[in-house]
């Protein structure tokens, strides 16, 4: 049995859609010990990676996955992204782009920027469950990353 603690970086201001995305991975139980973080705002994302003094965190404290809205107050998420994967202590980290939005040119700009994967929030509660079910097991468990 695998006792690491996987975390999870879900960064989205809809409180409904987070709550159902957590509830879809915790239901998944992909992993015995899964940790969720949720951020409501691209500043804090970006706050929680890069503190004002300067200093990172420890790689074994950075998130095995990014979970990212496009639409989010106070810094965009295409911002967020552009400044995830322009610095080296983090462009490693998979960035799943999860989103309402199916403009091509937030597609072309995430894919562009570094992005992993891009995923379009399905509408029905079931395909939304499943979708992020999924994506959990993908991007937190069977995905080989960089250490």
């Known amino acids: ?54 200093t990172y965190k420890k790689p074994n404290e950075l998130p095995k996955v990014i979970l990212l809205d496009l639409k989010l107050p106070k810094v965009d998420g295409i911002q967020v992204l552009k400044k995830l994967k322009s610095d080296p202590n983090t462009k490693t980290i998979p960035v799943v782009i999860l989103t309402s939005s199916h403009e091509e040119k937030d597609i072309v700009e995430s894919f562009n920027l570094g992005v992993n994967s891009y995923v379009t929030k399905p509408v029905e509660f079931e395909q939304f469950m499943d979708a992020v079910a999924n994506l959990g097991l993908y991007w937190a468990l069977l995905n080989k990353a960089p250490q």
Not at 15 to 29: G, H, I, N, Q, V
Not at 32 to 40: G, K, Y
Request: charged fraction near 30%; glycine fraction near 4%.
């Open 1 to 54: 049995m695998n006792t690491e603690i996987v975390e999870i970086l879900l960064v989205e201001d809809n409180m409904d859609d987070a709550e159902l995305t957590m509830r879809a991975l915790k239901k998944s139980k992909i992993v015995d010990r899964l940790h969720i973080t949720h951020l409501v705002d691209g500043e804090l994302a970006i706050n929680y990676f890069f503190s004002k003094d300067g």
